[in-house]
């Protein structure tokens, strides 16, 4: 399977991104879907996911009630809508995929909120 990120760029506090990952290779509908982020010098971390059946949704504390994550099985492609971005989302976002013991990453896209 293939997960290409994009979207990403350098944005100014308070602002928004809508990062987009689109697929190929695998049967989109039946996984589940992730965004990471890793900032330089830190581990990297789950940020939202977004499950098959049904599109229930988990977020990390840090960004919940600023960012939505979102699927368009037909398109084969996950979204993460970043509203209010912060100075501490600046990382490298990563694309996931799961479905049982089959797991597929994207290579990432880098965010950056600065003024």
Known sequence: GQLVESGGGVVQPGGSL????TTSGFTFSS???SW???APGKERELVAVIRSAGSRTN???AVKGRFTISRDNAENTVYLQMNSLKPEDTAVYYCYA???PNDYWGQGTQVTVSS
């Open 98 to 100: 799961k479905f049982g």
């Open 31 to 33: 996984y589940a879907m």
């Open 36 to 38: 990471y982020r890793q």
């Open 59 to 61: 977020y990390a504390d």
């Open 18 to 21: 809508r990062l987009s990952c």
